[in-house]
């Protein structure tokens, strides 16, 4: 079974930068694509970042240019580095892990980032 640990969130000022970090267990590590998601008070989850196996990025509107989400396949981590933290940013971010073929998709924890001064 799929494990997912979310670390790194916290309070950051605007402007500031945090690097969250997703420790995969469970499968095996390059069969999966590996995202980031986030949700704030009252809104929808939203893609914030994904990364596919061969290493291909994609990322949300509001946080391209900002943000950059990579993968270790030696550590089997997935890492989320926030550069130029907005208040809006301010969410509860997921890991997220979804199996190449079949599709299942596993979740972790969360962890909370909070943008304020």
């Known amino acids: 079974q799929v494990r997912l640990v979310e670390s790194g969130g916290g309070l950051v000022e605007p402007g500031g930068s945090l690097k969250l970090s997703c420790a995969f267990s469970?499968?095996?590590?390059?069969?999966?694509?590996m995202g980031w998601y986030r949700q704030a008070p009252g809104k929808q989850r939203e893609l914030v970042a994904n990364?596919?196996?061969?290493?291909?990025?994609n990322y949300g509107d509001s946080v391209e240019g900002r943000f950059t989400i990579s993968r270790g396949n030696v550590k089997n981590m997935a890492d989320l580095q926030m550069n130029s933290l907005k208040p809006e940013d301010t969410a509860v971010y997921y890991c997220?892990?979804?199996?190449?073929?079949?599709?299942?998709?596993?979740w972790g924890r969360g962890t909370q980032v909070t943008v304020s001064s």
């Open positions: 990364i596919s196996t061969s290493g291909r990025t």
């Open positions: 997220n892990a979804r199996t190449v073929g079949s599709g299942s998709s596993y």
């Open positions: 469970g499968s095996i590590f390059s069969m999966h694509v």
